[in-house]
């Protein structure tokens, strides 16, 4: 089969999918990767046929309405309304885009902020839609929404909430998605969404995480599962920097902290609270899209620009991070205990997640984050009731093989979906 990933996100959101596309690769399956020209090398060099679309993530990660949008991001409606500037710049560009690269194929595996994008341009060409995600979206009782601060409710509650949030979110993005398919597409308009729509066609979701992370709700149907993560090793041929290899090699094992492609925060002064934080521990902290200061790090703190989290975590002591679903999963597998500082969307879910597993205590959300309240985050991944439960976990995680897993899911849905129409 020819499958056009349809997907647009961070390098987390990003990583896992590229990681899918492998796995359809080596199942014999071609693969069409159109996205943003910073992951150009990415999906290149793991053979698969990139695409560039329009729009710059980066830069719109690093301008004032994100930083708007960082400070405002475990709001989910502030988070919602800054996303979809997005949408409503690029969203007709995005339908030509994907609609060309996507000619030909058989299906559309389609995934973040381009999902509606993609269910669009399935329906254009007459073809089935895979929806993918590295959440659990699907409506339970079991458990809240992804995007919305964990706490305890009713599963009458949850359920609700799941619907609420679902239709919330479609009604932000529909305005641009709406005007992208009548005037590109050719297409009538969506009102209430194509979650509708993929829950009556029965089209698979296959959810790329851990059951052992939030295990499978009973409420679900059974076209939707969670496959396992979707990691892309690159440690195996990743030779460090002979700086990197010597902080490594003089001491202990450091601290990782480093929050990805999250911003909205000063360079200077969060390198500096991380080291007040850290009081002469040693760690690696990385610059990420936010950027640190390198000035200010002392000889115990080395000056990270990027190297395989597959590589780098199993080496360190703990993991500080932001919560990103990519990151909670390289840490989980690397056997770790972390501390997470969520700063949007589903990063507070998955901090609760690690601390009821009892691998993390408490998540720090950005907007709070102090140098004495790292510092006892920190202290507590010593503890080692933690240290085993993170070692037994990645032990799991590691034994799991969610690619694989997430391509038989996808085949064997698709043809048992084609055999019933």
């Not at 949408?87 to 381009?114: F, M, P, T, V």
């Not at 599962?225 to 902080?247: H, K, M, N, R, V």
């Not at 080395?302 to 919560?323: C, I, K, Y």
């Not at 998540?363 to 070692?391: E, F, G, K, W």
Request: with cysteine; charged share 20%.
């Amino acid at each position: 089969m020819r499958f056009t990933i349809i997907s647009y996100g961070s390098q987390g959101d990003v990583r896992p999918i590229v990681a899918l596309g492998k796995g359809l690769l080596r199942a014999g399956h071609s693969v069409v990767f159109p996205a943003d020209r910073e992951f150009r090398s990415l999906v290149e060099r793991h053979g698969l046929d990139f695409r560039p679309i329009s729009g710059d993530l980066r830069a719109a990660m690093q301008g004032g309405a994100a930083d708007d949008m960082f400070r405002k991001g475990i709001d989910p409606v502030a988070m919602m309304r800054s996303i979809t500037a997005l949408s409503r710049d690029h969203a007709n560009a995005w339908a030509k885009e994907y609609w060309e690269a996507a000619k030909g194929s058989d299906a559309i595996i389609a995934s973040g902020l381009a999902f509606y994008a993609g269910v669009a341009v399935a329906e254009k060409l007459g073809i089935p839609v895979v929806g993918v995600a590295l959440q659990p979206l699907a409506p339970t009782r079991a458990f809240p929404p992804p995007m919305i601060p964990p706490r305890r409710n009713p599963g009458w509650v949850n359920y609700a909430l799941h619907h609420v949030l679902l239709q919330l979110v479609w009604q932000m993005f529909r305005p641009a998605i709406n005007r992208a398919r009548r005037e590109v597409l050719g297409l009538k308009p969506s009102y209430v969404g194509p979650g509708a729509q993929l829950m009556r066609e029965r089209w698979p979701a296959a959810y790329a995480y851990s059951a052992h992370l939030v295990p499978r709700p009973d409420d679900w149907p059974d076209f939707v599962q969670p496959t396992g993560f979707c990691f892309l090793d690159e440690g195996e041929d990743y030779t460090p920097p002979s700086d990197l290899a010597a902080f490594l090699e003089d001491g202990p094992p450091p601290v990782y902290v480093g929050f990805g492609s999250m911003g909205g925060y000063d360079p200077t002064a969060t390198t500096a609270l991380v080291v007040e934080a850290l009081n002469g521990r040693r760690a690696v902290l990385s610059a990420g899209w936010g950027g640190i200061d390198r000035s200010a790090l002392p000889p115990t703190v080395f000056g990270l620009d990027a190297a395989p989290h597959d590589w780098l975590f199993p080496r360190m002591s703990a993991v500080v991070h932001h919560g990103g679903a990519g990151t909670t999963a390289a840490a989980l597998r690397a056997g770790k205990p972390a501390v997470v500082v969520p700063f949007l969307g589903d990063q507070p879910f998955w901090g609760a997640r690690l601390e009821s597993l009892g691998v993390a205590p408490a998540p720090i959300p950005r907007n709070a984050l102090t140098a004495p309240a790292l510092a006892r985050a920190i202290a507590a991944t010593d503890d080692p009731a933690m240290r085993a439960r993170a070692a037994e976990l990645g032990a799991l995680v590691r034994a799991e093989d969610g690619v694989r897993n997430a391509v038989r899911f996808i085949g064997e849905g698709l043809a048992h979906r084609s055999n019933v129409a």
